[in-house]
């Protein structure tokens, strides 16, 4: 009988790794347990703004989300519908987003509309989650 493996062990034996996404932080473009997502094992480079990326949040949860701005020392990143920024060392990425699949067409990340909706969602996030935490303030008022 095999044990479980975890992302980490699976990323070192085969370098790449494709999942189903969990959860509804990156709707609109992964939506959760519909869509499949594909990473390769990260590199020893740094990672760019722009791109997807799984890593470990301790002590034992995984999270795909997007890298909105590069730091010296780390990333902040952002799930493309959340508005909690999370502040990620090059060490606790796993791998880097390639691509992804909804129902019979799949995506790389180099599709050039892959990489327009990419900018389109770097562009906007300070005005999408500043309506977002206003609309979170209101319905709080409301109740």
């Given at each position: 009988m095999n044990e479980p493996?975890?992302?980490?062990?699976?990323?070192?034996?085969n370098g790449s790794l494709?999942?189903?996404?969990?959860?509804?932080?990156?709707?609109?473009?992964?939506r959760q347990g519909k869509d499949l997502f594909?990473?390769?094992k990260k590199g020893p480079g740094r990672c760019k703004k722009g791109d997807v990326v799984l890593y470990r949040r301790p002590p034992d949860r995984y999270v795909l989300h997007r890298i909105v701005e590069v730091r010296p020392k780390d990333y902040v990143i952002l799930g493309?519908?959340?508005v909690?920024?999370?502040?990620?060392?090059d060490e606790d990425?796993?791998?880097?987003?390639?691509?992804?699949?909804?129902?019979?067409?799949?995506?790389s990340t180099?599709?050039?509309?892959?990489?327009?909706?990419?900018?389109?969602?770097?562009?906007?996030?300070?005005?999408?989650?500043?309506?977002?935490?206003?609309?979170?303030?209101l319905r709080r008022l409301i109740r």
């Open positions: 493996q975890s992302f980490e062990e699976y990323l070192e034996k494709t999942y189903t996404n969990v959860g509804v932080s990156m709707m609109p473009l992964l594909t990473v390769r493309d519908n959340t909690t920024k999370e502040y990620v060392k990425i796993l791998g880097v987003m390639t691509g992804f699949v909804r129902g019979e067409k799949s995506c180099e599709d050039p509309a892959y990489r327009a909706y990419t900018a389109f969602i770097l562009m906007t996030n300070p005005a999408r989650v500043f309506f977002r935490k206003a609309l979170l303030r």
